[in-house]
């Protein structure tokens, strides 16, 4: 299998106004295609694309309690299942038109699905698809994942985000590193909304996923999977489970930083952010 360089997040936040049901940013998509079609020719190694759902997807995973799920076990309610059934529509109508801009840029990219081959207990990842990821990678393809619900062992289903995922990818394909791309240009000491927010240039993990500085986030009421909070955790602990080995960037789609950030992992001051593991 070719060696997996990069692992990229093209973020909801960043491919879609995530206030406005199922609104792309089509700028912002082909900016995103044109830095996988750099990573794909760079003889860098091979990559693998996740993206996240935005405004397709966490709407209709809010308004039908897909990431609660069943309070009954593993029997989903009828309402419950066509609220799946809305959601998965959605994030694979995403997947398609992200799939269908990276090929339109030359890239051999193939939309992959979590559903039905990633599963969950108690919303942590049970079983994992690699197989598919891997022969695609082996079969000279680039993997396009999403954010996705999944069938869960005791509430019937919940919502497998794609910062999840990319956490089991990593420790699946040890990358060179991963790079988060997100609307704003990193991660903040607080919301990056709130007056005197400043951007922090790196975060040093401890071993026992202590983050120095720490932050303040927030998400929006609709996201169904935790916002920033949740893209924090997994970093950290992709950078826990590597020893320190792969570097985890954040930094914004629309900006400079991004392709040099997703090529060689290099950001420049104020250019985003990079969680590393801290020195002892
Ligand atoms: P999706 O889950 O839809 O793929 P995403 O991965 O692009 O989305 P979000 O989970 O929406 O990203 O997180 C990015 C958002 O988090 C930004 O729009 C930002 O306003 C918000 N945010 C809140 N607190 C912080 C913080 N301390 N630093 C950076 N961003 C923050
Ligand atoms: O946007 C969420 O994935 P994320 C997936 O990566 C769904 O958190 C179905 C809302």
């Known amino acids: ?56 997807g966490h709407f209709q995973a809010k308004a039908n309690g897909v990431a609660s799920g ?16 809305l959601t998965r529509l959605s994030v694979t109508k995403l997947n398609h038109l992200v799939t269908e801009q990276l090929v339109k840029c030359g890239v051999p990219a ?7 081959a990633w599963k ?45 995922i990319i956490e089991v990818l990593s420790r ?14 990193g991660i903040y000491d607080r919301p990056p909304d709130t007056p005197g927010a400043r951007l922090v ?6 071993p026992d996923g202590r983050m120095d500085p720490p932050v303040l986030t927030s998400a929006l009421p609709h996201d169904t999977t935790g916002g920033v909070s ?12 590597s020893h320190g080995a792969i570097p985890v960037l954040i930094c914004k789609l629309d900006s400079e930083a991004a392709e040099r950030a997703c090529l060689t992992g290099e950001l420049g001051v104020g250019e985003g952010t990079r969680l590393s593991l801290a020195t002892v």
């Not at 240039?201 to 401890?206: L, M, P, R, T």
């Open 110 to 116: 193939v939309g992959i699905s979590p559903f039905g």
């Open 201 to 206: 240039d790196s975060i040093s993990v401890s």
């Open 172 to 185: 699946e394909f040890s990358p060179q590193r991963v790079v988060f791309l997100t609307d704003v240009s």
């Open 230 to 241: 949740l893209k924090l955790r997994a970093a950290v602990n992709i950078v826990i489970q």
């Open 1 to 56: 299998m070719p060696a997996v360089g990069c692992i990229v997040k093209l973020g909801g936040s960043a491919l879609t106004e995530k206030n406005q049901l199922e609104t792309l940013r089509a700028e912002s998509l082909r900016r995103a295609a044109g830095i996988v079609r750099g990573l794909c020719g760079a003889g860098a190694g091979s990559c693998i694309v996740v993206h996240g759902a935005g405004s397709f």
């Open 120 to 164: 969950t207990a108690g919303k942590k990842v049970s079983q994992a698809g690699i197989s598919a990821i891997r022969d695609a990678l082996d079969a000279g393809y680039i993997p396009v994942v999403h954010g996705d619900c999944a069938l869960d062992s005791e509430q019937h289903c919940c919502i497998l985000s794609g910062d999840a």
């Open 70 to 85: 069943s309070p009954a076990g593993s029997a989903g309610s009828e309402a419950l299942r066509r609220g799946l059934c």
